[in-house]
């Protein structure tokens, strides 16, 4: 079993920055990706970017590549988000998720509010 803790949230004003963190616990040697998510109110979640823990491989929705980023501490068994250049249309709940044993998302976290203002 894999616990994830996600941190970082809080209210930005338009063009701003925020890190949000995911720590893991548990069986985090079985984790075989992480991901960001997001769901706005009214609105289906989506996947904002994800990392395969062992090659580092990230991948982004279209509507945050060249703002987000991505990474991952395997020391600290923790996944970051860096956002920048932050719109309202970024606020949203926003869920770190892991895949564990395989390559489907099956734990997730509690989720982590963030609100830009324009």
């Known amino acids: 079993e894999v616990q994830l803790v996600e941190s970082g949230g809080g209210s930005v004003q338009a063009g701003g920055s925020l890190r949000l963190s995911c720590a893991a616990s548990?069986?985090?040697?079985?984790?075989?990706?992480m991901g960001w998510f997001r769901q706005a109110p009214g609105k289906e979640r989506e996947g904002v970017a994800d990392?395969?823990?062992?090659?580092?491989?990230?991948n982004y929705a279209d509507s945050v590549k060249d703002r987000f980023t991505i990474s991952q501490d395997n020391a600290k068994n923790t996944v970051y988000l860096q956002m920048n250049s932050l719109n309202a249309e970024d606020t949203a709940m926003y869920y770190c998720?892991?895949?564990?044993?395989?390559?489907?998302?099956?734990?997730w976290g509690q989720g982590t509010q963030v609100t830009v203002s324009s």
């Open positions: 990392i395969y823990t062992g090659s580092g491989s990230t």
């Open positions: 998720a892991a895949c564990v044993g395989g390559y489907e998302y099956n734990s």
């Open positions: 548990g069986w985090t040697a079985s984790i075989k990706c």
